[in-house]
């Protein structure tokens, strides 16, 4: 490529081609700003490797990563967070909320050659309800759908039990990304192990514990309109390999045996930052709910309110952000990611004050102190217990819970961290066996607010999963949700959304820390990378590779 | 006669070890707490419903009283079935199959090298008169107490960032061995090293390396002729639990050098409560032991007749 600009150069001669070369020679990468097809990319993920490459099972977050290569959703987002469309055209909501037409594009197919139509579609609200799918975050998403009606070929109304003003949010999410549904007609092991989509690449092959090849859909025509370019890929295959360890994960970068990786540590963003490694950063925080530290207000001690004042105004938390996490998270005062439109951030409700903390704690009964300097009541201390996931909590999170640790205790609460692989970690909380807590949740939209806070989430223990880990239980605040998700008018949405938060926020059940982290750190080689503006999954459909 | 009465004590002693380790993983993953069910559905982020918690435990058999489960259990494992991953949905002997290849190149390969390093360092050492010995026991020291994710994490900023030889994670081919198998050998070599080099020293002294000079034979003839068959005695007893050892290793270095292999499956087998395939991963690691040790008491039984007399 180069070489055909420097020959137009040379015929041109005089001061405007020296003008020209000048302009050439300061940006060298404009030469290179020609997309070439072709090459492998290797991707090298951290998260945990998908049980099961069909996000419709289960639905996390590891999945959602890979999916983004292979699905496509009816909905996509662009970068201010507003809806396009994608597999869907149009879509139209009914006067009193009920029902929505959606028109599916009529020149798509999966790659197994099975046409895309309304059937295919309502195939897959299908497989999302379906029990035995086992569904966890799509069957939550449709979970408002009660009929559906094949209207023509290319349009599909669904028909809802109560108005979702999320449902856009929700079908924009990789969780409910569209399948063909020939292949999902297969066993669930199938299908797990290859699942047939619409999007720029298709699954070759999954060597288990190792990688995953994913070749380029030569079909491809349904690009998001937020989207580089038209047509097929420029990569030939991607190879998405399982890298448990952070530390080899970021020397195969540097040493560039891989291309791309994901849960980009601090101390490796701020190195690739301080030396000229040739290494770009993608930080892409989740949206949904940020991450924070949720108050137990259904037993002792957080039932009580001034308690957990004490306890926020005690928890210094912006110091250890700053030396743990070298610049590279930004303090968060909302229970919602910053990529989220109705975020209410509330400072003032999260300032330092140990004497405001102390004068509290003593209005609540905790007067004495033992000979460790913890409180005491009626002969108890006031302790805390915490699990940790390991699996969720990156090293400096947990070095920041410790710093918590200690500057809560100058207050006189006793915090006892627990780490613990996830399975035990499920356990304490279902048992209800935790004062505070810290779990991520990956949403599109405030609809978040509801999953997390509403009182119906309180789902006894020990029956299962329950997110209102807070335990908050509010009329008000339910009633504000409710209403939230059933209202479609901004304006409104917006102010039922604030007027929720502030209960949240100024009943101090939540002590928010900073946006779900997600931090992509790739090589000099790779172009036109981006993170698809749904979830913050890197899409790869544009990426091209210079060497 | 004598043979066969000590082959099917230890068979006997085998399949006793074999269901003594079913029993006690079975029972160890129902004390601790966590829900299989619910690291079935996503783990992470997922927000399951109760419905779908239901059919998983109904699928699963996870609804049956433990007793059941652990009998059913029993009687799956008698007659060779390992059952299916909850997590991978795959059958748990065809996982194996696909993970064990990895990790047995993976340990014999350390365990050969741990033994070349561990004989080289004591016949080096032994030659340095009581100075040699003292830094060779000092070496040794070291390296047995290095962990297995420090020396891994050294290799790599060493040999991977910074010098660009070899690469951190594994790649096809023999060059992605290179530093697993180094991290696993060299705390190996230390362990076997020191008991080596006691035995050898003692040989060197014994009369019949005395006579063996007095015939006449050089000092590196009495050394690799006579003395390393001493010296290397209570090393092939070692290597039995020499192996046992590399395996649980191996969960680290399959971890930090991204291998696939019986450790990592084990690690995230053991996060999701995935039962079968704990179950199913240290059966066949105890059976690999098992089969370690009978050999090398077999060949220690060769190489050493006082043995068979006992």
Known sequence: ?547 | MKVLAWLLARVGGGVFVLWAVATLIFFGLRMIPGDPAQALLGGPGSNASQEALDQVRRDYGLDQPVMVQYLVMLGRLATGQFGTSYSLKVGVAELIGEQFWGTLLLTVLSLTLAWLLALGLATWASRGGRAGRMVGSGMEIVAAAVPHFWLASLFILLFSTTLHWLPPISVPGPLGLVLPVFTLAIPLAGFLGQVMRESLADALESPFALSARARGESETGVRWRHAIRHAALPGISLSGWAFGSLLSGAVVVETIFARPGLGRTLLNAVALRDIPVVTGVALVSALAFIVVTTATDAIDRIADPRLRAS
Not at chain 1, 138 to 159: C, H, P, Q, S, W
Not at chain 1, 391 to 407: D, G, K
Not at chain 1, 463 to 482: C, I, K, V
């Open chain 1, 1 to 547: 490529m180069p070489r055909a600009p420097r020959n137009i150069l040379l015929s041109l001669g005089g001061i405007t081609a020296i003008a020209l070369l000048a302009t050439a020679c300061s940006t060298p990468e404009a030469a290179g700003t020609e997309p070439t097809a072709g090459g492998t990319l290797v991707y090298a993920s951290g998260d945990a490797e998908p049980v099961c490459l069909d996000p419709h099972v289960g639905g996390n977050y590891p999945q959602a990563l890979i999916s983004t290569q292979y699905l496509e959703s009816l909905v996509s987002k662009n970068k201010d967070g507003e809806v396009l469309p994608w597999l869907a055209t149009e879509w139209e909501e009914s006067e009193d909320g009920l029902s929505w037409d959606f028109s599916i594009r009529d020149d798509v197919n999966f790659t197994d050659g099975t046409p895309l139509n309304a059937e295919a579609v309502k195939a897959n609200i299908e497989h999302l309800k379906d029990p035995a799918t086992a569904s966890s975050t799509g069957y939550l998403a449709v979970g408002k759908i009660d009929t559906m009606d094949v209207v023509d070929e290319f349009t599909l109304r669904l028909n809802l039990s109560t108005p979702d003003s999320g449902l856009l949010d929700s079908f924009s999410q990789p969780w409910v990304a569209i399948e063909s549904p020939t292949a999902l007609q297969r066993s669930q092991e199938e299908n797990c192990a290859s699942p047939v989509g619409t999007g720029p690449f298709v699954v070759d092959e999954w060597v288990k514990q190792d990688h995953v090849t994913l070749i380029r859909n030569e079909e491809y025509n349904s690009a998001p309109q937020d989207a580089a370019h038209d047509g097929t890929a420029w990569l030939d295959s991607i190879k998405w390999r399982f890298i448990p360890d952070s530390a080899s994960r970021y020397a195969a970068l540097q040493t560039g045996d891989v291309d791309v990786i994901d849960n980009a540590q601090p101390d490796s963003i701020a190195a690739s930052a301080a030396a000229d490694t040739g290494i770009t950063e993608l930080n892409a925080p989740r949206p949904g709910a940020s991450n924070r530290i949720e108050l137990n207000s259904g037993k002792a001690p957080f039932n009580d309110e001034r308690v957990r004042e004490a306890f926020i105004r005690s928890a210094d938390v912006n110091d250890g952000i700053q030396s743990l996490f070298f610049g590279t998270a930004e303090r968060s005062y909302s229970v919602l990611s910053s990529v989220e439109t109705y975020g209410l951030s509330a400072p003032e409700y999260f300032d330092v004050d140990l004497d405001a903390a102390n004068t509290l704690l003593d209005e609540a009964g905790w007067t004495e102190r033992d000979s460790d300097g913890y409180r005491v009541k009626d002969g108890q201390r006031l302790s805390l217990d915490f699990p940790i996931s390991t699996n969720q909590s990156i090293p400096a999170e947990q070095s920041l819970f410790e710093q918590i640790q200690a500057t809560t205790k100058l207050a006189g609460f006793e915090v006892t961290l627990h780490p613990l692989d996830l399975s035990s970690w499920y356990g304490m909380l279902f048992t209800n066996d935790y004062n505070l807590v810290s779990a991520p949740y990956t949403k599109v939209g405030p609809d978040v607010l509801r999953i997390l806070y509403h009182s119906d989430a309180i789902v006894p223990a020990p029956s299962g999963y329950y997110a209102n880990l807070a335990q908050l239980s509010d009329p008000e605040l339910d009633r504000l949700l409710t209403e939230a998700s059933e209202v479609s008018d901004p304006t409104l949405r917006g102010e039922l959304y604030d007027q929720a938060q502030e209960i949240v926020l100024g009943g101090y059940y939540v002590l928010p820390l900073y946006d779900q982290q997600n931090h992509y750190l790739y090589g000099s080689a790779v172009n036109g990378l981006r993170a698809l503006p749904t979830v913050f999954t890197p899409t790869f459909y544009d990426t091209w590779l210079s060497r």
